[in-house]
């Protein structure tokens, strides 16, 4: 039988509904604003006059941003860059985390390794000594200049160690028993039972890779090799007003830096949110369950 609720319970369960709600339209209301204020006229944005609903509904500042080249190409070289970047960390990370897991009978320098890790996590030898390093192993205004200069994130490594290490002994005793071997341990037990664990990291990865500018901006020579975010970061639309059609002064009259900067920012989060909720169902799913029977 189900007792009511009381007085006390309601109310809290109200308050708590209401608390949600006020936080899931914090996180909300940005995005929606950001695209209301794309899709209006330069008019309306350059008075402050849009809220939550586009005024003088327009699509200029997306004809002009999609119909650039570069953007185009800067868009490819992030893709290229979240699957070679989310990729080597993934693989990295795991390689790192699985060893680091044991005690110091099974790795004995893992003590060491794990100091080194700390110490590289809390200091690093300045930004000039790692634009150095990039230089001098050739690898600059190349996609592998951005892919490898954050290949080790220490945080998921040590993320990744503790969720391992958590883990119950007895599935490793029982398939060192069985005869199984590190490879096979690590292949076959371990990351399935990780999967919250790699889901959580490898979007944590997308979203660097994705949002991350700074190293296109001092490691690309050639604006044909920034990344989308570097791109918008240095983004100045040049027209040569000579040439112009009464058309094209139309258009542009449109247009305005409020607008298409709205616009460039709602398509660079447009990747995160469409992945997001695919990784996010990991999230929420019980890590161990059901895997040690009594």
């Not at 209006?40 to 809220?51: F, L, P, Q, T």
């Not at 030898?125 to 600059?140: E, F, H, N």
């Not at 096979?184 to 500018?213: D, G, K, R």
Request: proline residues 4%; glycine residues 6%.
């Amino acid at each position: 039988m189900v007792r009511e609720g009381t007085f006390g319970s309601r109310m809290f369960d109200v308050v708590l509904l209401a608390s949600l709600i006020g936080i899931a339209l914090v996180c909300v209301l940005p995005i929606w604003y950001t695209l209301a204020l794309s899709l209006s006229d330069k008019a309306a944005a350059a008075a402050g006059d849009v809220s939550l609903w586009p005024i003088g509904f327009t699509t200029q500042s997306y004809d002009t941003i999609m119909t650039d080249a570069r953007f185009i190409n800067s868009f490819g070289i992030s893709l290229l860059r979240v699957g070679l970047g989310a990729t080597i960390n993934f693989v990295v990370i795991v390689l790192m985390a699985y060893p680091l897991s044991k005690t110091t009978k099974d790795f004995r320098p893992r003590n060491v390794f794990m100091w080194l890790l700390v110490f590289c996590m809390l200091f690093n030898g300045g930004l000039i000594p790692w634009y150095m390093t990039i230089k001098a192993y050739g690898l600059m205004n190349t996609i592998w200049a951005l892919v490898l200069a954050g290949g080790v994130q220490v945080f998921h490594v040590i993320l990744v160690v503790n969720f391992f290490r958590n883990l119950p002994k007895e599935l490793e005793e029982a398939a060192l028993v069985d005869g199984a071997g590190p490879w096979y341990m690590l292949l076959q037990i371990f990351a399935p039972l990780a999967v919250p664990v790699l889901a959580t990291i490898t979007l944590f990865s997308i979203v660097y890779h994705w949002n991350e500018f700074f190293h296109g901006l001092v490691l690309m020579s050639s604006a044909e090799m920034y990344p989308l975010q570097t791109y918008i970061q240095q983004l100045v639309v040049v027209i040569d007003t000579t040439t112009m059609t009464e058309d094209e002064y139309k258009k542009l009259s449109e247009l305005s830096n409020q607008t298409l900067n709205a616009a460039k920012i709602f398509i660079a989060m447009i990747p995160v949110l469409v992945i997001y909720p695919f990784l996010q169902r990991f999230f929420i799913h019980g890590i161990t369950l059901g895997s040690v029977k009594e």
